[in-house]
């Protein structure tokens, strides 16, 4: 089920995405976020997760918004795994989302995973980028949920880093 499509935000978000792109300026995108950096990379979108992946868990898990809903599996050796450590054992996240990252776009990969195959990060593959796409919302969790911490407080430190280095 295709919902509400706004042009004019998807122009918006592309012309963004482009200028970081450009720029090289570290790039965080959540849920549609990540769809959108997907799509500007040129990858494509699974449109309806329950109607085209059979045997996919229910990524839009209502109220409340901050719990967690389903595990996450990260990829060896990326940076979602890395802001893991090995102190968390097993990361949980919330899920509000009916689309999904299908084929992935140049220069990302992906890098964690739901329990039912469903891309839940992606991140730029080249070395001096700081790109990742999550399909959660740790906006929503950040207090209570260890990964979405990890990910702003890195996300902040390479925006102060790239803020010094621009400022010579």
């Known amino acids: 089920m295709l ?3 706004m042009p004019e ?14 720029r090289n300026l570290p790039v965080l995108g959540i849920c549609f976020g990540m769809q959108i950096l997907n799509v500007a990379r040129g990858g494509s979108l ?7 992946v059979e045997g996919s868990i229910k990524h839009e898990q209502g109220i409340p918004l901050e719990r967690e809903s389903h595990a996450l599996r990260p990829e060896d050796n990326s940076r979602i795994s890395r802001l893991l450590g090995d102190d968390i054992k097993i990361a949980k996240v919330n899920s509000h989302h009916h689309q ?3 084929a992935v776009g140049t220069h990302l990969v992906a890098s964690a995973f739901a329990p039912d195959g469903i891309i839940e990060a992606i991140e730029d593959d080249r ?3 700081f790109v990742i796409g999550v399909q959660w919302h740790p906006e929503l ?11 702003f407080v890195a996300f902040i430190e390479e925006c102060t880093l790239r803020h010094e280095v621009d400022s010579r």
């Open 127 to 129: 070395d001096g980028r």
């Open 100 to 102: 999904a990252v299908k």
């Open 9 to 22: 935000k998807n122009e918006t978000d592309l012309l963004v995405l482009a200028e970081a792109e450009r």
């Open 46 to 52: 699974i449109q309806d997760i329950g109607s085209q």
């Open 141 to 151: 969790g950040w207090r209570d949920n260890e990964i979405s911490r990890r990910i």
């Open 3 to 5: 919902k509400r499509v």
